[in-house]
């Protein structure tokens, strides 16, 4: 077999301490039919148009050339010799500057370890395979899941760019959790007004009928990979038609009741109810638990007040549906910390104590007091406590800053100062934290308030918050050792964010992998935070990592950015020859490779009792080749022949 | 270990095989090579895209071929380019460590760290140090052929 090597002087770089005659000469005896020549700075384009025009006339079986680090110029090299009509693959690149010349100041000691790698190389190259790129069919259509602000923002962006989008929320409105806000930090604007338009976009803009809104559903089951993903949907019956004109009789007409989930339960609704006001789409949903009719009674009250024939449908069914997509956001959002975790604080047992996003209700118009903050017994507050970093920086809890509680707890001081002024305001903290260019004037703001105080604690199992006369006695250990009293007539506890329920169904689902407070886990935490663990699957929002709006509608756009670059309408998607194959004849179907596989690129084939490996979703990293006892898997361009071969000329 | 004897370190010059991955400690060695930091010549180096993919047959090979040392680098805890094919590499190379002794091959001649793509001083540093060792071991002698 015929090697051609190409030894690179790269101006004297090399050349000063490898003498690359003395080299071919010595390398060349070893290999017959193989040649060799020198090239003054081979990655120029005199030095490349030599290589090239040389290989079209010397017509090598493999090629090595010795230059610099195949970091820098392999792709480049590979793209010629392939030009030459020569397989890339049949190229080798040896590493003689950086790891030769540069670092071995004796010239025949340099040229000793440069004849070592370039033999080593020559004996690899002749057991290199040719291999090719392959292409696969692709849909362009994403499924996004989780219509709060990072699914809507995404969804939106990628209709806009002529995508179809199956948009599956669970709830029976869109917007998230801070369409439910009265105002948003850090300008106190107010969360339907920021979030109401892009959610109007998405029902009726112009790129709406790109995206298939699916209220009320979850996702049932996901197969396929990148590129080709199955999905099934199940949808719960609504009972009302989008013909609706969203009037509200039916709602006044029902008779049967029922705690209402978007007010954290604080008060009633309907069992016909528009989930609150200015909800959108601006639809009754029927809670069915609570529906006269699923205790068998013939109550057709709301159907009878409803001007639109047909709006209310009783005889709705669970619809199942299956849809085809190349790429899937997830953006469920997360959930706060459970409060009842850290029994001293007294939530659920103490009146009046409420997480953060209870009050958000409270202080909201559309909320269940009408936005007019008062305690159970009707009064306004006169004092409270906002207790942050609940189960938060804690290692009994959760170890994490959430980044945005102090923003929204001195949002509550405004929104109190406000609504009530003279109301005494008490921030418990153990740290406070307000980065970003715009958000540490909610801080200043607070500071100023001449009614809030700031009392520093260190440890949270050091508070103690009891039910005293109607208020809460609330004794706490300061970080400094001081103890202290306060009686207050409201408690807002501010806790961590933790990864939702959806997400740890999805995560199993899906095949995500998730931290130990519940948020996804990312391909990696830096470069790619908006991109999953698994090929064509990414993150937007709160279920990556505790975020705000303006992180969530960013990482929005970065999930819709790979996309739009990896998904490209009426492109095929290319497979990199640099994958594990299995041979299925010495397949013991011991499955040890699955469990090794960081992508979950490999399956099993039960009727076969044999593993294969997605090629797609296969990465090259080698870990199933290495740990496969049988033998049976071939990492390719990484062959163990290739590395023996490489191990054997280092030593003879 | 009785039955090596004293070596010469002034004259032995062990032949080493270091399997580097691609992204961190390869990079790591590149780096070194652009500060032009000197090292000893002693380590071939065998690229591999992962220290995943570092099967424990190379290693036995190697020294069965002949090397008086190898050498796994791998990139750091947590900063794997394939996640955690560093954390299957330094779990076999503890395995192998132990087969290796079964063999008489102590343990210092099959090095495992960690060097980023940043760790130019690192590499050369380990590098150098292993090379120092094994020069103190003197050549591998096998007592029974490593199947």
Known sequence: MKIGLYICTCGTNISDKVDSEKLIAEVTSQFPDSYGATVEFICSAEGKSFFSEHLVANRPDRVVVAACSPREYESTFMQLVSEAGINPYFLQFVNIREQVAWVTPDPEQATRKATIAIRSAMARVLHQQPLEKTEMEASPDVLVIGAGPAGLQSALFLAEAGRKVVLVEKAPVIGGMPVLFEELFPAMECGPCLLEPVEAEVLHGDHAHNIELLLQSEIAEVTGYYGNFNVKIQQTPRYVDPMCIGCGECVEACPASTTNKFNCDMDQKKAIAIPFLGALPNLPYIDWASCLRSKGEDCQLCSDACPVPGAVCFDDKERVLDRNVGAIIVAVGSQLYDCRKLGNLGYGEVPDVYTSLEFERIAAANGPTAGEIKTSAGRAPESMAIVHCVGSLDPAHQPHCSGICCEYAFKFNRIVEHKLPGTKVYHLYKELVVAGKSDFPMLDH????????????????????????????????????????????MVVLCPAMVGSESSAKLASILDLSRNQAGFFDEM????????????????????????????????????????????????????????????????????????????????????????????????????????????????????????????????? | MTMQTQPNTESFEPKIV??????????????????????????????????????????????????????????????????????????????????????????????????????????????????????????????????
Request: aromatic fraction near 6%; hydrophobic fraction near 35%; charge should be neutral.
């Open chain 2, 18 to 147: 270091g399997f580097l991955c691609n992204w961190c400690s390869y990079a790591g060695a590149d780096k070194a090579g652009a500060s032009q930091t000197p090292y000893p010549p002693n380590v071939s180096v065998i690229r591999v895209m992962c220290s995943g993919r570092v099967d424990p047959q190379f290693v036995l090979e190697a020294f069965r071929k002949g090397a008086d040392g190898v050498m796994i680098l791998a990139c750091h805890p947590g900063d794997c380019h394939y996640k955690e094919g560093n954390y299957r590499a330094v779990q076999r190379h503890r395995i192998l460590l132990q087969v290796l002794e079964e063999f008489g091959i102590e343990k210092e001649r099959c090095k495992f760290d960690y060097v980023s793509a940043g760790e130019g001083e690192k590499f050369v540093r380990v590098i150098t140090e292993t090379v120092s060792s094994i020069k103190a071991l003197g050549p591998l002698r096998l007592r029974t052929p490593v199947a």
């Open chain 1, 524 to 652: 990696n935490g830096r470069l790619h935070a908006a991109q999953s663990t698994v090929k064509g699957i990414y993150l937007a929002g709160s279920c990556q990592a505790p975020m705000d709006i303006r992180g969530a509608s960013t990482q929005a756009m970065a999930a819709a950015g790979y996309v739009l670059s990896g998904l490209a309408d009426g492109k095929k998607l290319t497979i990199e020859p640099i994958v594990a194959k299995v041979d299925e004849d010495r397949c013991s179907g011991c499955r040890i490779c699955g469990v090794v596989c960081p992508y979950k690129a490999i399956s099993f084939d039960p009727d076969k009792h044999v593993s294969s490996v997605n090629e797609l979703i296969c990465h090259g990293c080698g870990t199933c080749v290495a740990a496969c006892p049988a033998g049976a898997i071939q990492g390719n361009h990484f062959t163990n022949d290739q590395i023996f071969a490489e191990i054997e000329a280092i030593l003879q």
């Open chain 1, 446 to 489: 607070a500071r100023k308030n001449p009614d809030a105080s700031f009392i520093r604690f260190g440890n949270i199992a050091e508070i103690k918050v009891s039910s005293s006369d109607g208020k809460q006695a609330i004794e706490y250990r300061q970080a400094d050792g001081q103890v202290g009293k306060l009686t207050t007539d």
